[in-house]
């Protein structure tokens, strides 16, 4: 199976910058369409990014595009989502997740997730 852990989160002002990893076992991502998915409190979990399998095409929700970048290496099974020019309402429980086939903007079609780590953006 495979299994995925997020690290990278912390506590930033606005404008400032994160990069979020997530290191895989189990498969390597490069035949895996890998996303980025993030809950604040009292909100639903909304999708950030894809990145496809194969290629690695990236793609991006409106609320981040042109901030954020979701990359990978594949030499150490490793997904990124490099985060700039930070803002309050980006704070949330960052999640990475796993997928077979084509990547998607619906978290619930992703068998695999980690456990999360925690972005604060202070104004």
């Known amino acids: 199976q495979v299994q995925l852990a997020e690290s990278g989160g912390g506590l930033v002002r606005t404008g400032d910058s994160l990069r979020l990893s997530c290191a895989a076992s189990g498969r390597t991502i490069s035949t895996s369409a890998m996303g980025w998915f993030r809950q604040a409190p009292g909100k639903e979990r909304e999708f950030v990014a894809f990145?496809?399998?194969?290629?690695?095409?990236?793609y991006y929700a409106d609320s981040v595009k042109g901030r954020f970048t979701i990359s990978r290496d594949i030499a150490k099974n490793t997904l990124y989502l490099q985060m700039n020019s930070l803002k309050p309402e980006d704070t949330a429980v960052y999640y990475c997740a796993s997928k077979e086939g084509s990547a998607s903007k619906e978290g619930s079609a992703y068998g695999y997730w980690g456990q999360g780590t925690q972005v604060t953006v202070s104004s």
């Open positions: 990145i496809t399998s194969g290629t690695g095409i990236p």
